[in-house]
């Protein structure tokens, strides 16, 4: 899981915004 | 149910997928609002359907050619209404979801706790979607 949130985490100020999650999600398989 | 007009966050995440340079996603909008007030309503998106864009019957063009039609793989193209529909769907899920797991909702964002409660919230749906069923 940590791996993830720095995956999500693109300006890596370790926390994660919305704009960033809808980001992180479109890079999925589901997005 | 989240009404996909109701309030200002939801105004915001639909004008900010429209402003995105996603293809087809534009005339997919337009399509899917069915009365022209520029925005749709949760009915509109409801009963979008897919169906390819540029072919309103659905049926397939006539070329004279009688080989059997070769299959086409799955793309990631919005290619259809009901995807647009469906990525305000997605992302309005996610915005709910977001918010159910943001303990400290005046920042907006997600420690690593919210986090994997995010990630944990996300898995045990089958689709982000029904969040806002």
């Not at chain 2, 915001?12 to 925005?39: C, M, Q, Y």
């Not at chain 2, 070329?63 to 259809?80: D, E, M």
């Amino acid at each position: 899981m940590a791996n993830i949130f720095r995956m999500a985490d693109i300006n890596e100020d370790k926390v994660i915004s919305f704009e960033e999650t809808w980001n992180f999600w479109l890079g999925t398989k589901f997005g | 149910m989240i009404s996909l007009t109701a309030g200002a966050a939801n105004e915001k995440i639909i004008a900010d997928l429209k402003a995105k340079p996603v293809s087809l996603f534009t005339r997919s909008f337009e399509a899917t609002d069915k009365d022209n007030d520029g925005s749709l309503s949760w009915t509109e998106v409801w009963t979008a359907r897919a169906r390819p864009l540029g072919k309103p019957d659905g049926k397939p063009v006539d070329t004279g050619n009688k080989k059997a039609p070769v299959k086409k793989r799955p793309t990631n193209k919005i290619t259809s209404f009901l995807t647009a529909a469906e990525l305000i769907k997605v992302k309005m899920g996610l915005r709910y979801l977001f918010d159910e797991v943001d303990l400290n909702p005046l920042d907006s964002e997600l420690n690593t706790n919210e986090f994997t409660n995010f990630m944990q919230n996300v898995m045990h749906r089958d689709k982000v979607s029904s969040a806002v069923i």
